[in-house]
Structures are given as structure tokens and as C-alpha cells.
């Protein structure tokens, strides 16, 4: 018997169930193609599952990387209904069924203020976030969770860097947490006040982010360069 068995057969500590660590993934929302056609060489999103497939991607990575972890999955779903009647096709379903697929908790946050409480409640007891993931549209100041969907060009529902402090609770995050926005813009501003929140940095870059290479199974990548 080894000298960890002796001290809990000795009554002296009591063995918690093994923990994995506990991984977040954002997505927001999607583009309506018949706004996005109005805007010229300014228009963009066209594949509806940019930040589906970039989410599953990020999956795959840590389930390879870390068999066992938890992973807590959270889509915002007004902007898949409204392009999934767009294209004729069920993009909700099929998003609840690659969460099957992949063997996560799949969350549908409906605004900013249920990704806020989602975040929150992701964690169960005793666990901490250990990495974090957004994909979606952003700027320098915010997660976009919808944008050029209800209007065109313009975004209705937003996490603001200014809300962080109060809508996210600061002892959810592990010490050494590992948080990634792949939004457009974010490290100009919003990862300097996510340290400044939460005690960790978030990587952002500080241009725009493209999404290209997610159809071949790689995380979007960065026009500039990426910052903490």
C-alpha cells in the first residue's frame, strides 16, 4: 500500500472525484446572406458554419490534447434560426447534432445576458475554466454574439468589455487559464480589459480574422498580429 493509500485509509484526507478541467467555446452568431450581398467588397460570412466548424475544430484539438476534459459548448441561436430559414435548411438541429456527435454540453443562449449566465453556470463544483475559446464577430471593445443579422452591418447583441466585470463572475477562471478570442480586432482593446478583469490574459489580435482556413480543419487566423 503506498503512502497515499495509507493516509486516506488512516482517515486523514478524503479523495475527490478526478477532474479533467473544464473547457468554454463561444460561438456567435451568423450573417444573413441577403444583408451581406447589399454590402459589396465589404461583405463577408459567407459560409454559415464559420464559427461552427471553428468551435469543432478547437474540440477536436482538446479532445485529442486532453482526453476527459469537459467541454461546455455555447451557440447563440437566433442568428442560425434566421439563416437556417435564409437557406432552407435546419442549421439548429445540426448543430445539436455535432454536439452529439463530438460528445459536448451543448448550451443555446438566446442573448448577451444568457451567454453571461451560461459562462457562469458552466463551471460545477469544484471545477475551474481552464481554457476559453470565442469565435465570432467582434471589435476592439466586444464579442458581436449577432451582426449583420437583424440589421444590416450593425450588431444587437454584444458583451462589452465594460460589462465584463459585472456580468462574469472573476473566481470561475483558473489561475493559469487559457482564453482565446478569434473575433476581428480584440486585442486593440478587449483582451487588455479581460486581464485587467479577470487576472488572465485573453489573446486577441489586433486586426481583422479570417476564417479560410477552418474548412480545412485549422483555427481562423489573424491579419496582424496576436497580443495578450
Not at 74 to 91: A, G, H, L, W
Not at 217 to 228: I, K, S
Amino acid at each position: 500500500m503506498n503512502l497515499m493509500r495509507l493516509i486516506v485509509a488512516a482517515g486523514l484526507v478524503a479523495l475527490s472525484p478526478l477532474s479533467h478541467g473544464l473547457e468554454v467555446i463561444l460561438a456567435g452568431g451568423v450573417a444573413l446572406r441577403s444583408w451581406e450581398n447589399f454590402r459589396g467588397p465589404s461583405a463577408h460570412d459567407n459560409w454559415w458554419a464559420n464559427f461552427i466548424r471553428a468551435s469543432t475544430v478547437q474540440i477536436a484539438l482538446t479532445q485529442a490534447k486532453k482526453p476527459g476534459e469537459r467541454i461546455v459548448w455555447i451557440v447563440y441561436r437566433p442568428s442560425y434560426i434566421t439563416r437556417s430559414k435564409e437557406n432552407k435548411t435546419d442549421f439548429v438541429s445540426r448543430i445539436r447534432e455535432t454536439a452529439g456527435k463530438y460528445g459536448v454540453k451543448l448550451v443555446y443562449v438566446d442573448s448577451a445576458a444568457e451567454a453571461y449566465e451560461a459562462i457562469n453556470k458552466a463551471p460545477r463544483k469544484g471545477e475551474r475554466i481552464n481554457s476559453f475559446y470565442y469565435f465570432g464577430h467582434s471589435n476592439p471593445h466586444a464579442f458581436m454574439l449577432d451582426y449583420s443579422n437583424d440589421i444590416i452591418g450593425a450588431s444587437t447583441e454584444w458583451m462589452h468589455e465594460n460589462d465584463l466585470a459585472t456580468h462574469i463572475r472573476r473566481d470561475i477562471f483558473a489561475p493559469d487559464a487559457e482564453c482565446w478570442s478569434y473575433g476581428c480586432y480584440t486585442g486593440q482593446s478587449m483582451s487588455a480589459k479581460w486581464k485587467e478583469v479577470f487576472g488572465v490574459p485573453l489573446w486577441g489580435n489586433l486586426e481583422s480574422t479570417r476564417y479560410q482556413p477552418v474548412g480545412e480543419g485549422r483555427l481562423p487566423a489573424g491579419a496582424g498580429r496576436w497580443v495578450r
